[in-house]
């Protein structure tokens, strides 16, 4: 009972510095979901059995991850 005390203490003193919440970078939101939605529908595409929607999909959603990568980095570079 006394862990479960400690560690709600804890808790609540690691909250109580937060000011405010980070905004949410919507663009890089949008990105990650197309990478999701893109690797999902490689699923889709095995199950018709198109070889050539897997290679596309395939290609779209390395080339929407290697595009989130490279913004990613310019952007810590540039701060």
């Given amino acids: 009972m006394t862990a479960l005390f400690v560690s ?3 808790v609540r003193e690691s909250h109580e510095g937060v000011k405010e919440m980070k905004s949410i970078d919507v663009p890089m939101l949008l990105l990650a979901i197309c990478v999701v939605l ?3 529908a490689i699923g889709v595409a ?3 059995k198109s070889i050539l929607f897997i290679i596309l999909c395939t290609l779209l959603g390395f080339a929407f991850m290697g595009y989130g990568i490279r913004v990613k ?3 810590r570079n540039s701060h």
């Fill in 8 to 10: 709600v203490e804890k």
């Fill in 38 to 40: 893109m690797f999902s």
């Fill in 46 to 48: 095995i199950a018709f």
């Fill in 73 to 75: 980095v310019k952007r």
